[in-house]
C-alpha cells in the first residue's frame, strides 16, 4: 500500500522539535531510524498529519557511563550500541539483543529510542530494559521526566509518552556483583522479529541461590511485559535448570499469545516455557562466570 498524505520537517535542534510537538500535538509522530514507523504508514496503521525527522538533531547518539547508571541516547543505532565494549563487558544482554536485530542496514539506522517509543509488540530492546528494571527519560518544551519501564508500556504501540515529548534517554542501572544477563529469541530467520523473545537477568547470593530475578517478555501478548509472577518465583531458591523449568511454566502463563503466521498461541506458549528456562540458563551460567 501507499502511504496517506502527511507534511515532513525536518528541525535542526531538539528545542525546534519540541516546540512543533507542541504547536501539533496530536498530529504530529516522530521519526527517528524509522524501520519501526515506516512500516506502519505504509499499511495505513499509522496516518499522522506530520512527520518530525530527528535526523540533524545532535547530541541524542550518545552513550555514557555515569557513576549511577548507564545513558544511552534515544538516537542511538542498534550497531552504536552492538560495538560499545563497556556496556556489553557489565551488561551482556546488550550484545545479544543489539547483535540480532534485523541486518546491518537495519543496525546501522534502526535507534533504541525508536523502539521503544514505538512500541511494537514483537519488538526486542523493550523485553530488556524490563527485565533490567530500567527507565527513559521524555523531555517536552515544559520540562524532563524519567519514566519507570515497568509502566512504560501500556497497549500496542501505546506508551506512557506524552503527545509532546521526546524520548532522549533511555536509563539502565549498573550490574550488581555476581549478576549475569542472556537474551534468547526464537525466529523464524535470522533478524526476524521474535517469534517469542526473552530477557533474562539474575544476581547470585555467597550461597548460589537467587537474589533477585527481572525477566522480560516480548511477541507473546498486546505489549511487552515483565513476568513477574515467575521473577518472585526464582528468589531465594538454588539457581537450577528445575527452577528455570518452573519460571519457564509460570511465565507461560502470564504470556497472552495470539496465533498468527509466527505459529499457533499453543506452539507460542510451549515456547516460552522453553526459551525463558534458555535465557535464564544462560544468565545464571554468567552470573557464575562460567559462560
Not at 524532563?144 to 515529548?165: M, S
Not at 526464537?186 to 523473545?197: P, Q, S
Request: with cysteine.
Amino acid at each position: 500500500m501507499i502511504p496517506g498524505q502527511f507534511e515532513y520537517v525536518r528541525p535542526g535542534s531538539l528545542d525546534e522539535a519540541l516546540r512543533i510537538l507542541r504547536d501539533r500535538e496530536g498530529e504530529a509522530k516522530i521519526l527517528s531510524g524509522g524501520y519501526s514507523l515506516l512500516p506502519l504508514l505504509k499499511l495505513r496503521l499509522a496516518q499522522p498529519a506530520l512527520l518530525v525527522d530527528l535526523q540533524a538533531v545532535g547530541g541524542l547518539d550518545g552513550i555514557a557511563r555515569t557513576d549511577d547508571d548507564w545513558r544511552i541516547g534515544g538516537r542511538a543505532t542498534h550497531r552504536r550500541i552492538l560495538e560499545h565494549d563497556g556496556l556489553a563487558a557489565e551488561w551482556p544482554i546488550i550484545r545479544d539483543t543489539a547483535g540480532g536485530i534485523g541486518d546491518p542496514q537495519v543496525r546501522n539506522w534502526g535507534t533504541i529510542g525508536g523502539s521503544c517509543a514505538h512500541a511494537d509488540p514483537g519488538s526486542d530492546w523493550p523485553a530488556v530494559v524490563l527485565a533490567l528494571r530500567g527507565s527513559f527519560t521524555c523531555r517536552s518544551a515544559g520540562g524532563e521526566r524519567t519514566l519507570a519501564a515497568r509502566g512504560f508500556f501500556l497497549d500496542t504501540f501505546q506508551t506512557a509518552i506524552d503527545a509532546t515529548e521526546v524520548l532522549t534517554e533511555v536509563r539502565l542501572p549498573h550490574a550488581p556483583g555476581r549478576t549475569g544477563s542472556a537474551y534468547v529469541k526464537l525466529e523464524r530467520r535470522a533478524g526476524d522479529f521474535a517469534t517469542v523473545g526473552v530477557a533474562a537477568v539474575l544476581t547470585l547470593d555467597d550461597s548460589g541461590r537467587i537474589a533477585s530475578a527481572g525477566i522480560g517478555l516480548t511477541a507473546v501478548a498486546e505489549t511487552p511485559f515483565a513476568a513477574t509472577d515467575a521473577e518472585a518465583a526464582l528468589v531465594g531458591v538454588v539457581a537450577h535448570d528445575e527452577a528455570f523449568g518452573v519460571a519457564g511454566g509460570i511465565a507461560a502463563g502470564q504470556a497472552r499469545p495470539t496465533s498468527d503466521s509466527h505459529g499457533p498461541a499453543e506452539y507460542k506458549l510451549a515456547m516460552v516455557r522453553e526459551i525463558t528456562a534458555r535465557a535464564l540458563r544462560l544468565a545464571a551460567s554468567r552470573a557464575h562466570g562460567t559462560a
